[in-house]
C-alpha cells in the first residue's frame, strides 16, 4: 500500500474532534526480561509496524505500529512520525480508539482511519478534523492526486450465494447456501466490498459517493486479503485502475481469473485491460484442474487468464504496472512484472526467475519505464531494479526479508522495511547504488530495539544438503540461544506451508524460530521442492505430488542434520508445521521410521478427499491433485496423491503428536485436526487436541497466542527432553 499523494490544508474544515488527552488503552511496552531467553509475552509485547509512507519534501516518514495486549486481549494501533533519518521520532495519535493507514496529503497534512472515519492532522498531531461522515463505514481510502475526490472502501450487502431470510423472520440464524463460494478465510460471504467515489470540497467530503461497481455483484478488493493496493488513481486524476474477479458461485470458486480495469471518471465507463472486448472464457468442467484439461494456450499471454492486481501508473500516467500470473487456477504460479502501454495497449514482461512480491515506480529514465521491486531467491527477499527491456539489476544481497517499499519524493532514495529469522520489521532509507556494494542502507527505526537489546538469540546457519533427485536444497540451521560447543540438543524439523510459501528471512509472531531457539532447540529448516526462490520448474515440482520428492527433501535435511551436525541430537527429533506443513507432518507419521519422538501439526490437511470438498476455494485443490478424486482412474498424479493421503496411513502411526487447529478455518476445516487426534487415540498414541473457536488459519489473540506457544513448548519439552 505505497500511496504518495497531495492535498490542500485549505479545503479542510472542522467536522469533529478528538480529545488528544484521551488516554491510549495499549501502548508500547516497557516490558522487563526476567532473563534473556525469549518468552512469549516478549515476543506479544513488541510492537509490529506496518504502513509507512514518506512526506511530500521528503523530511518526515509516518509509520503505523500495533500494539498488543494479553491482559485485555485485544490490539490498539497507533500512527507515529520520525525525520527521515530517523530522529524526533515520536508517537503521534493518543486517542483509546486505534487510529490507522497514515498517508501525506501535503507537506503539512496526515489522513488516517479512525473509528471507520477518514481524519486529518497536522506532523505535530494537533488541529484532528474528521473529513468523512458515512456512520463508520470507511474501510479503506485514496484520494486523488488534484485533491478533488476520494476512493472510499465500503461493504455491501450481498445475496448472491447466501440468501436473505425472509423479512418476517429477523431473528432466524440460518443460512440457505445456493452457490459454492458462500465463505471465505473465516466469514460466511453475506456482504462484499466495494469502491465509491466521494466528491471533496471546502466543506470536506460529501457525504454521498458513487459506486464504480454499481450493479455489479463481484467484490473490488478482492477477498480474503486485498486492500486499497489493488486501486489506483491516474496522474491526471481522471481515470482509476482497479482489480477485480468478476465472476460469482462456481466460477469464482475455480478460478483465480482476475483483471486490471481501467474506470474513467467523467464516462463512468470501464475498459478491461487485460482481454479483447470480445473475449470469452473456455467452457471447463470444474472437477478438473485447468491445466489438466489444457485450456491454457500461448494466447493466455495476451488474455491474463491468471491472477491479475495492485496497479500502479507509471509518474508520467503513460503507463500501468501490475503483478500478473500467466495460467487460471493456479495461485502459485509465477508472478510476473506487466507493464502495459495506454497509448497503444502493448504489454511487457518483466523476465525474471522468481516471484515479484511488491513493487514500485523508479524515476523515468530516458523516457522509459523502470521500477523497483522485491523478490525471493535462495531464501532471502532482496531488491531488484529492472528497466523497460526487462533487465533486472540486484541491489541488496541480504540475509534478510524486504517487504515492502515506496519511492520517496526526491526519486533518489527507497523508504522500504526489512526482517530476519532475528529481528523484527523495521523501516530502511535505501539509496540504490550501481552495484550492490554501493546501495546504500540505513535504518532509521528501532521500534523494539529496548526488547532485542534484552534477548539473546541463537545463531543462524545456512547448508546446501543433497536431494535424493540429484539436486541440492538448502536448508536454515538455528543454533539454540543458550549454545555451547560439544552439546548435543533436541531438533526440530520446520516444515512450511503454502506449499508454494518461501522459507526465508521471516519474522513470525507464531513459528518463530528464535522462540525455539530460545526454548533450547535446534531448528533445521529447509527449502524443499516447491518452494519460491529456485525457480519455477523447482516450484511447480510440488503440485500434483504432495508425498514425493518434497517428502524426500525433509528426509534428508533431518538426516543430513542427525549425521554430520555434531550439535544434533539424533535421538531426539521432532517434526513440526502448519497448513501443508500440518499435511506434512501427518504424512511423516506414516513413513518416518521411528525417526521422530514427536510431531505438531497445526491446520494440516489429513483427508485429501474430504478437503478437495471442504476447502472455500476449490481452484487450490483442483490445481495442487489435479482433479476431484472420483476421477481417480485418468490422472497417475491424482490418484497418486489421494493414494497417499496422510488418513490412509494411520496404521503406521506410533509417535506422539498435538493437533491444532481453528474452527474458523475455512481453508482447511476444523475436522480435519479433529480427526487426526482422534484416529491417533483410538489408536493408543498419546495425542492432544488445541482447537481455537474464535480463530481462523491463524491465531491472532493475544491470549490465544500464549497458549499456542506454551501448549507447543510443552508438548515438545515432554517428549524430547
Avoid at 500470473?325 to 508472478?335: H, P, Q, V
Amino acid at each position: 500500500m505505497k500511496r504518495l499523494i497531495i492535498f490542500a490544508v485549505t479545503v479542510l474544515t472542522v467536522l469533529g474532534s478528538v480529545n488528544a488527552e484521551d488516554n491510549v488503552s495499549i501502548g508500547k511496552s516497557n516490558i522487563k526480561l526476567k532473563s534473556r531467553m525469549m518468552t512469549p509475552e516478549a515476543l506479544w509485547a513488541m510492537g509490529r509496524i506496518s504502513t509507512v509512507e514518506a512526506s511530500p519534501n521528503g523530511q518526515q516518514v509516518i509509520y503505523q505500529v500495533g500494539y498488543y495486549s494479553v491482559k485485555q486481549n485485544k490490539s490498539h494501533q497507533v500512527i507515529c512520525i520520525m525525520d527521515a533519518d530517523g530522529k524526533n521520532n515520536r508517537q503521534l495519535t493518543t486517542s483509546s480508539k486505534s487510529e490507522s493507514d497514515p498517508v501525506w496529503l501535503d507537506a503539512q497534512t496526515i489522513a488516517y482511519l479512525s473509528n471507520g472515519e477518514i481524519w486529518t492532522m497536522r506532523p505535530d498531531g494537533s488541529d484532528r478534523r474528521q473529513l468523512s461522515e458515512t456512520g463508520g463505514k470507511v474501510e479503506g481510502f485514496k484520494f486523488s492526486p488534484d485533491r478533488q475526490k476520494v476512493i472510499i472502501l465500503q461493504s455491501i450487502p450481498f445475496y448472491e450465494v447466501i440468501q436473505k431470510n425472509p423479512d418476517d423472520l429477523p431473528k432466524a440464524t440460518g443460512r440457505r447456501v445456493t452457490d459454492l463460494m458462500y465463505r471465505h478465510w473465516d466469514h460466511y460471504v453475506e456482504s462484499i466490498q466495494h469502491p465509491f467515489i466521494y466528491s471533496v470540497s471546502d466543506k470536506g467530503i460529501a457525504k454521498d459517493g458513487s459506486d464504480i461497481l454499481e450493479g455489479e455483484p463481484f467484490e473490488c478488493p478482492m477477498e480474503p486479503f486485498g486492500g486499497i493496493e489493488q486501486l489506483a488513481w491516474s496522474p491526471d486524476s481522471k481515470t482509476i485502475a482497479y482489480t477485480c474477479r468478476k465472476k460469482t458461485g462456481l466460477e469464482y470458486s475455480i478460478s483465480t481469473d482476475s483483471d486490471i480495469y481501467l474506470y474513467n471518471i467523467g464516462t463512468r465507463e470501464t475498459k478491461n485491460l487485460c482481454k479483447p472486448a470480445n473475449y470469452v472464457a473456455p467452457k471447463v468442467d470444474p472437477t478438473v484442474t485447468l491445466k489438466v484439461q489444457a485450456v491454457n494456450a500461448p494466447e493466455n499471454l495476451k488474455n491474463n487468464v491468471g491472477y491479475d492486481q495492485n496497479p500502479q501508473f507509471s509518474p508520467d500516467g503513460k503507463y500501468i504496472a501490475w503483478q500478473s500470473m500467466e495460467r487460471d487456477g493456479y495461485e502459485a504460479d509465477l508472478n510476473r512484472l506487466c507493464i502495459y502501454t495506454l497509448e497503444d495497449g502493448s504489454k511487457h514482461y518483466v523476465n525474471w526467475k522468481s516471484d515479484v512480491e511488491s513493487f514500485c515506480w523508479a524515476p523515468l529514465k530516458d523516457k522509459q519505464a523502470n521500477l523497483y521491486f522485491i523478490s525471493v531467491w535462495h531464501g532471502c527477499a532482496n531488491m531488484y531494479s529492472c528497466n523497460w527491456k526487462g533487465e533486472v539489476k540486484q541491489l541488496t544481497e541480504d540475509w534478510a526479508d524486504w517487504t515492502s517499499l515506496q519511492l520517496a519524493n526526491d526519486g533518489k532514495r527507497i523508504v522500504a522495511t526489512r526482517q530476519s529469522l532475528s529481528t523484527p520489521t523495521d523501516i530502511y532509507m535505501v539509496t540504490p547504488g550501481k552495484t550492490i556494494e554501493k546501495t546504500k542502507i540505513e535504518q532509521i527505526s528501532f521500534e523494539n530495539k529496548h526488547i532485542l537489546d534484552q534477548l539473546t538469540f541463537g545463531k543462524m546457519e545456512q547448508y546446501w544438503v543433497p536431494t535424493t533427485d540429484g539436486k541440492k536444497e538448502l536448508v536454515w540451521v538455528m543454533l539454540p540461544a543458550n549454545y555451547e560447543e560439544g552439546k548435543k540438543y533436541p531438533t526440530l524439523l520446520f516444515c512450511e506451508g503454502g506449499p508454494q510459501s518461501p522459507v526465508s528471512q521471516f519474522w513470525s509472531y507464531r513459528w518463530n524460530f528464535q522462540m525455539m531457539a530460545a526454548n533450547g532447540y535446534v531448528v533445521v529448516a529447509p527449502n524443499r521442492h516447491g518452494l519460491p526462490g529456485f525457480g519455477q520448474e523447482w516450484k511447480e515440482e510440488i503440485s500434483g505430488d504432495w508425498t514425493g520428492q518434497c517428502m524426500n527433501d525433509y528426509l534428508s535435511a533431518i538426516d543430513f542434520a542427525a549425521d554430520s551436525l555434531p550439535f544434533v541430537d539424533k535421538n531426539r527429533l521432532g517434526a513440526v508445521g502448519a497448513s501443508f506443513g500440518g499435511f506434512s507432518v501427518y504424512y511423516l507419521a506414516g513413513i518416518h521410521e521411528k525417526r521422530f519422538k514427536a510431531f505438531i501439526a497445526h491446520d494440516g490437511a489429513f483427508n485429501l478427499a474430504a478437503m478437495y470438498l471442504e476447502t472455500e476455494e476449490n481452484w487450490f485443490s483442483n490445481w495442487e491433485y489435479d482433479e476431484a478424486y472420483w476421477h481417480r482412474p485418468q490422472m497417475p498424479r491424482a490418484k497418486k496423491t489421494y493414494h497417499d493421503s496422510p488418513h490412509k496411513m494411520v496404521e503406521k502411526w506410533d509417535t506422539p503428536i498435538l493437533c491444532i487447529h481453528g474452527e474458523k478455518d475455512y481453508r482447511i476445516n476444523y475436522t480435519q485436526g479433529m480427526a487426526a487426534f482422534n484416529a491417533a487415540r483410538m489408536k493408543g498414541i498419546p495425542a492432544e487436541f488445541l482447537v481455537f473457536p474464535d480463530e481462523n488459519h491463524w491465531v491472532l489473540k493475544p491470549q490465544n497466542g500464549i497458549l499456542w506457544q506454551r501448549t507447543f513448548f510443552n508438548w515438545l519439552d515432554r517428549w524430547l527432553k
